[in-house]
C-alpha cells in the first residue's frame, strides 16, 4: 500500500511531530489517532522476545510474557553457519508479528574486545567478518516476516563500566576496520529496518549525536534507509542528537525531548524541515509493519526444538582424548549444580521469561537407554562460589564408582552480566577445586562450560573430554546430552579467541577505568593480535572438533594476479575422512605481505559450513572482493590494497592452515604522496614516483660525507648509509649543505605537479 507520507506528516501538528520523535513510554511509540498513525511495538531482542505486557524496564527486572529463549549470540555466532542464522530470524521474527512486535532491539554486534566485557554474551564475535555475516543473514530471517530489527548498539561499545558516558577512544582505521563492519556489513546486506546508536561517547562525542556516525557514515556511505533510535536513556541533548541523525528517543524522556525540539523549531535554531524528514522515517518503517500484517501461527513447543537444534550446531568441542562421545551403556556420574539448573541466558534487558528450560539431567531422564546408568551428585551450587565440603566430598565418591564423570560447571549470573564487567576470567574457585578434587580419582573426567565470555582453565591439561556449551538458551540440556552422547555430531567453532589467562588480552591494560577507554591496540583485536604475536592460546579462533575428521586438498584460485576491481574466486575440496556424518567449517584467512602498512597476520575473509558423509568430499567456493585484502588507509580515507603478494589460507582454525596458495595484487590506486621538506629520502625512495628524485638526493648526500680517511670509512658501512638516508628528512639535504634550498624546493614542487 502505497502512503503519501509527506502529505500525512503536512496534516500533523508542531507537537504532533516532535511528540512521533520519542516513545509514548517504555516500548511504544506515540499514535495520532485522527491522522490513523497507530502505536507500534519495540521489544528486546536479541536471542527471543522480551515483550512486557505490564510494568516496562530496560534491565530485565520487571516480567514479561512467556517465551522461547534461543541461545545468545555468544553461542550461534559458533555455528558459522549463515542458513542458521537466518532461520533463527524467521522464527524470532514470527514470533514477533505474532504477539504484534514491530520491531525486535537485536541483534547486538558489538565486538568483544575484551573477555571482561559483561555483555559479550549478547554479542557474536571478536572478528568482524563473522559477526557482520551472522548479523546479516540473521536480520534478513527476521525481515522476511516484514518485522523489523535494531542492529546495536552503534558503536564501539564494548565493555559496561561507565557505559552511559565512557568515551570509546580509537582511531579511525581501528573504527573502519574492527568495529565498524559488522554494521556495515548488516546495512549493506539485509538493511535492518533501524539502528539503535549506543550509550557512550566515540571519540569525546555522545553516540546519540554523532553526525560524522549517525548520517556521514551509516546513511551516506553505507546507505542506510531507516531510522536511527536511541538505546534506553541513551539522549544527551535532543536538538543537537535530532540534527545528528537520531529520529526516535527512546524510551521517553516524559516530553522534556519533544519540548526541547518544540522550542528550537519556534525560535528557528532547528529547522523543521529536519524534523519533518525524521518523522518521515520513523512512520515509513512502522507503516511498513503495520501494511504487511499477516497471520503468523507458531507454537512455542516447535520453537524450543529449534532452540535446541541452533544450540546443538552451535557448541564446540574442545577437547576429546578419546572420552566422547559416551556410551549408552557406560556408567556416567554427571556433577556439578549446572547439570539440574544451567545457566542458558544473561541477566539483564535481553533476558527472556523461557516457558521451559530442560537440564542435562532433565534430558537424561528422557531418554531410557541412559537414564539407568548415569548418577548425579550436585558438588557445587551453581548459583555461587562456596565450597561446601559435604556436596563436594558426595561428588568425588560418586565419579570413584564410575567409568567417566562429567563436570557441568560454568559462571554464576552474579559473575556476568549486562550493567557491569566482569572482575576477573576465572571460574568460581569452587568449581576449579572440585574439578581438581574429582581428577585425582577419576582419570575420565570431562568438563562441560555454561559461560558467556571465555574463563581461564587451570585443569585443562589435565580433564579428557571439553565442551563449551556458552550459553546454551532454554534446551541447553538436551543440545549437550545429544552431542555428549553423538546423537549430533558437534560442528561448532570458537567465534572468539580463549587465552590462557586474561592478561595475555590485548586490551588488558586499557579496559574499564576513568572516563575514557583508549583502544590502544588498534586493529590488533584478538586473534589479530594472539597470531600476530605468536602467543600460546588456550584455544584459537575458529577452532572446534568433530567426532569425525576432514582432509583439504586441491585449493584453487580463478586467478593468480587482480587488481582492486576484480573478485578472485578460491575453492577447496573437503573430504570427511572419518566414520560418522559431520559438518566442517572451512576457514579463509588472506595475509598481506605487501608491506605497505602494520597489518594482522591474517584476516577471516571467508567461511563456509559444509556437511559431508563419512568418505564424501564437496567442494566449497568463496569469492573475494577488494575489501578483502584492503586496510582502511587514514590518510586517503579509502580502503586500500596495496601492489604485492597476498597468501590465501584455508583453515580449520586461525591456528591450523592446511592449505597455502597466493596472489599478485596489481593496485591502480596509488595512496596520495606527502611531499614537503620533511618528507624523507626513505619516503621519496620507496615510491617508483619519487624513486628518481630521491636517489639524485641521496647520491647528493652521500658524495657530499664521502672521501674521508681510511680509518673513518670502516666504520661506515652501505647499510648505515642507506639507513641514515631513509630516515633523514629532505630539509637535511639543504642545512647539511649538500643542494641549496631553492633547488630542493624547485625539484618537489615539480614533483608535487606530476602529481595533479
Ligand atoms: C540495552 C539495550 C536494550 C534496551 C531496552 C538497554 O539498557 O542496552 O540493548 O535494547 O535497554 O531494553
Known amino acids: 500500500m502505497e502512503r503519501n507520507l509527506k502529505e500525512l506528516i503536512s496534516k500533523m501538528t508542531l507537537e504532533e511531530k516532535a511528540g512521533m520523535c520519542s516513545g509514548l513510554d517504555f516500548w511504544h511509540l506515540k499514535h495520532v489517532e485522527r491522522l490513523g498513525i497507530p502505536s507500534v511495538m519495540v521489544s528486546d531482542g536479541p536471542h527471543g522476545l522480551r515483550k512486557q505486557d505490564d510494568k516496562g524496564d530496560h534491565l530485565g527486572i520487571n516480567d514479561s510474557i512467556k517465551a522461547v529463549c534461543f541461545p545468545p549470540a555468544c553461542l550461534s555466532a559458533c555455528s558459522f553457519d549463515r542458513e542458521l542464522m537466518t532461520e533463527l530470524g524467521e522464527t524470532i521474527g514470527r514470533e514477533a508479528q505474532a504477539t504484534d512486535v514491530s520491531v525486535v532491539l537485536g541483534p547486538a554486534v558489538n565486538i568483544k574486545r575484551s573477555p571482561l566485557c559483561g555483555r559479550n554474551f549478547e554479542y557474536y564475535s571478536e572478528d568482524p567478518y563473522l559477526a557482520g555475516e551472522t548479523a546479516a543473514a540473521f536480520i534478513n530471517g527476521v525481515q522476511s516476516q516484514h518485522v523489523g530489527t535494531s542492529i546495536k548498539h552503534f558503536a564501539a561499545n564494548n565493555q559496561e563500566y561507565n557505559r552511559m558516558s565512557n ?27 533501524t539502528v539503535m546508536c549506543s550509550y557512550n561517547r566515540v571519540n569525546g562525542v555522545y553516540a546519540s549525536e554523532n553526525p560524522w556516525l549517525l548520517t556521514d557514515v551509516l546513511r551516506g556511505e553505507w546507505g542506510f534507509e531507516g531510522y536511527v533510535m536511541s538505546d534506553w536513556g541513551a539522549v544527551n541533548e535532543r536538538v543537537p542528537a535530532l540534527k545528528a541523525g537520531l529520529e526516535l528517543e527512546m524510551p521517553t524522556s ?12 519556534k525560535d528557528g535554531t532547528l529547522d523543521e524541515a529536519v524534523l519533518d524528514r525524521a518523522v518521515e522515517r520513523i512512520l515509513r518503517i512502522s507503516f511498513k509493519w503495520l501494511d504487511n500484517r499477516k497471520e503468523q501461527p507458531f507454537t512455542m513447543e516447535e520453537d524450543h526444538e529449534f532452540a535446541r537444534h541452533t544450540a546443538e550446531q552451535s557448541m564446540v568441542l574442545l577437547k576429546n582424548e578419546n572420552v566422547l562421545p559416551l556410551k549408552t551403556d557406560e556408567k556416567v556420574a554427571f556433577i556439578g549444580g549446572f547439570a539440574k539448573k544451567p545457566r542458558f541466558q544473561g541477566g539483564g ?9 530442560s537440564s542435562a539431567l532433565d534430558a537424561v531422564s528422557r531418554m531410557e537407554e541412559i537414564s539407568g546408568n548415569v548418577t548425579y551428585a550436585e558438588g557445587f551450587a551453581a548459583d555461587k562460589d562456596v565450597y561446601d565440603e559435604t556436596l563436594a566430598a558426595e561428588a568425588v565418591e560418586a ?20 550493567g557491569y564487567d566482569r572482575a576477573h576470567m576465572g571460574l568460581p574457585q ?16 570431562i568438563v562441560v562450560l555454561h559461560n558467556g565470555s571465555p574463563v581461564e582453565m587451570p585443569w585443562l591439561a589435565d580433564v579428557k573430554g571439553l565442551l563449551e556449551a556458552y550459553l546454551g538458551g532454554q534446551a541447553v540440556g538436551e543440545a549437550e546430552v545429544s552431542l555428549l552422547y ?62 569425525t575428521t576432514f582432509a583439504y586438498s586441491n585449493l584453487k584460485l580463478d586467478k593468480d594476479e587482480l587488481t582492486e576491481k576484480d573478485t578472485l574466486t578460491v575453492s577447496v575440496d573437503v573430504t570427511n575422512t572419518g566414520n560418522v556424518p559431520g559438518k566442517e567449517i572451512v576457514q579463509l584467512y588472506v595475509r598481506d605481505n605487501s608491506g605497505a602498512c602494520r597489518r594482522p597476520d591474517k584476516e577471516l575473509k571467508g567461511y563456509e559450513k559444509v556437511a559431508l558423509e563419512p568418505g564424501e568430499t564437496k567442494t566449497v567456493t568463496m569469492t573475494l572482493d577488494h575489501r578483502s585484502f584492503a586496510w582502511y588507509n587514514a590518510d586517503m580515507k579509502d580502503w586500500y590494497s596495496a601492489s604485492g603478494t597476498y597468501d590465501i589460507l584455508i583453515g580449520a582454525s586461525s591456528r591450523d592452515i592446511r592449505l597455502t596458495s597466493a596472489v599478485q595484487m596489481k593496485s591502480s590506486v596509488k595512496p596520495p604522496l606527502k611531499l614537503h621538506l620533511n618528507t624523507t629520502l626513505g619516503e621519496l625512495l620507496s615510491d617508483e614516483r619519487t624513486m628518481g628524485y630521491g636517489k639524485y638526493l641521496a647520491d647528493k648526500m652521500t658524495s657530499f660525507f664521502g672521501g674521508s680517511s681510511d680509518e673513518a670509512n670502516e666504520a661506515i658501512t652501505d647499510e648505515m648509509n642507506t639507513a641514515m638516508a631513509a630516515s633523514m628528512p629532505i630539509r637535511n639535504v639543504v642545512s647539511f649543505g649538500a643542494c641549496s634550498k631553492e633547488e630542493v624546493l624547485e625539484g618537489l614542487n615539480k614533483l608535487i605537479e606530476a602529481q595533479k
Do not use: W
Open 167 to 193: 568515551s570509546s577512544e580509537a582511531d579511525e582505521r581501528t573504527l573502519r576496520e574492527i568495529y565498524f563492519p559488522a554494521f556495515e556489513t548488516a546495512v549493506k546486506k539485509s538493511q535492518p529496518y
Open 254 to 265: 516524559g516530553g522534556a525531548g519533544d519540548q526541547e525540539i518544540i522550542k528550537a523549531v
Open 349 to 357: 534487558s535481553s533476558h527472556i521469561n523461557s516457558f521451559r528450560v
Open 399 to 418: 565419579a570413584k564408582n564410575v567409568d567417566k564423570a562429567v563436570i557441568f560447571a560454568g559462571l554464576p549470573d552474579s559473575f556476568e552480566s549486562e
Open 430 to 445: 569452587c568449581q576449579n577445586r572440585l574439578i581438581a578434587e574429582i581428577l585425582k580419582v577419576q582419570p575420565n573426567t
Open 486 to 547: 553423538g546423537k549430533v555430531n558437534p560442528s561448532g567453532k570458537l567465534a572468539e579467541t580463549i587465552p590462557l589467562k586474561l592478561s595475555d588480552n590485548p586490551s588488558y591494560l586499557n579496559f574499564g577505568e576513568g572516563e575514557k577507554t583508549v583502544y590502544h591496540e588498534g586493529v590488533f583485536v584478538g586473534y589479530r593480535y594472539y597470531d600476530t604475536k605468536e602467543m600460546p592460546v588456550a584455544f584459537p579462533f575458529g577452532y572446534g572438533l568433530s567426532y
